[in-house]
């Protein structure tokens, strides 16, 4: 990720020297820490059944994947080569749509209630809308050089947020701003965020007010900003090194928030300002995103150190665990076919190789809503 950009250096600043003496001084593999996959605290989910598709090639980056809502096809974006691929979800057939630029860096993947795909490329500071009947492109620019656009805020069911106006909400990693799209126009407007010029926002969500909220990964921060008046406020999470992850907002205004430094799901109602935080079933595990699940009011969330997808139930206070079966699982988005109970994630390792895998992974859960506990 580092090479693709010199802002993903933010993620890691110790290096090669300096990390392997901190890693020994830290006594880091010294002792291998128990792990038991099938520990009763994880309740794992033992007779889900499992499909695993290879895209691309070993250069593939296949960061994220998301289901077509009117279909159930699943459409996933390779990162290096800027390529859109369909996946036939009763065959397996692939069928590939090459952007129109090159150098794309294709990122977060996003359906409007309109049916329309939605697409940052973040290493060319644009956006794309895909026509998936017609395969037409629109590309929008206009954003800031090195906005690194990242994702879309998402509604409480999956689906793009819009505000009253019909503009999407895209969060800019590369700027201390989120931005406003109107798709129909290509106008953009950029909400400049309270703290540093230098700082990285990174989730993004939109309460029932209004209200944009957003955490900054690499400098530990929640905050909230009003579109129209710019004002806002932003504050520490309580543990120092959280490393908040790509949220989703439930339809209560709760945050769901990864916090990938501890392997914890922070939730935060952004109405009273309360909040929790819960371990996730695994040790040293790194969630990267969440997804509430509105039809069964679940939060889903990829675990990086234990090969799985946990899914929260708020009601109890307790997770369900659905095992990868391919080691070294770095899950990304968690996307739900409703039509079918399945759901898919894209196992976004880079590089491949070091993955030990010449190809790139998404992975399809059967029927996994009618799994649940």
Aim: charged residues 20%.
């Amino acid at each position: 990720m580092r090479n693709q950009s010199e802002n993903y250096s933010s993620l890691v600043t110790k290096d090669n020297g300096p990390l392997s003496s901190w890693l020994a001084e830290q006594k880091y593999g010294a002792k291998i820490a128990p792990f038991d996959p099938f520990a009763e605290r994880a309740n794992v989910v033992k007779t889900a059944h499992i499909t695993e598709y290879s895209l691309g090639d070993v250069n593939s980056w296949a960061h994220d994947v998301v289901i077509e809502p009117a279909t159930g096809t699943p459409w996933v974006g390779d990162y290096i080569n800027d390529l859109l691929t369909s996946i036939n979800p009763r065959t397996g057939e692939q069928k590939v749509y090459p952007a129109p630029l090159h150098g794309t860096g294709m990122h977060s993947l996003s359906f409007d209630r309109d049916g329309n795909l939605w697409i940052t490329l973040q290493l060319v500071a644009k956006v794309a809308r895909f026509n998936t009947r017609t395969g037409e492109w629109r590309i929008y620019g206009g954003f800031s050089s090195g906005s690194l656009n990242h994702s879309f805020a998402l509604d409480s069911e999956g689906y793009v947020k819009k505000d009253p106006s019909g503009r999407l909400y895209v969060s800019t990693w590369g700027g201390n701003h989120t931005t406003l799209l109107d798709p129909a126009t290509g106008a953009i407007k950029e909400i400049k965020l309270p703290g540093n010029p230098a700082d990285k926002p990174y989730g993004i969500a939109i309460d029932s007010k209004g209200l944009i909220w957003y955490t900054k990964y690499s400098e530990n921060m929640l905050g909230f900003v009003h579109a129209d008046t710019g004002q806002g406020k932003e504050w520490a999470l309580p543990r120092p090194d959280s490393g908040p992850h790509r949220m989703h907002i439930d339809n209560k205004d709760n945050l769901w928030i990864p916090l990938s430094g501890y392997g914890t799901i922070l939730r935060y109602n952004t109405r009273d300002g309360s909040q929790k935080e819960y371990p996730l079933p695994d040790a040293d595990t790194f969630p990267y995103s969440s997804r509430y699940d509105s039809k069964s009011d679940r939060v889903w969330i990829t675990g990086n150190g234990g090969n799985a997808i946990y899914v929260f139930n708020p009601k109890t206070e307790k997770f369900t665990t659905f095992r990868m079966p391919s080691a070294l699982s770095y899950g990304r988005m968690v996307s739900i076919d409703y039509s079918s109970g399945d759901v898919w994630t894209g196992l976004a390792s880079y590089p491949n190789k070091l993955s030990l895998r010449d190809h790139s992974i998404v992975v399809r859960i059967h029927h996994a809503l009618d799994l649940l506990h």
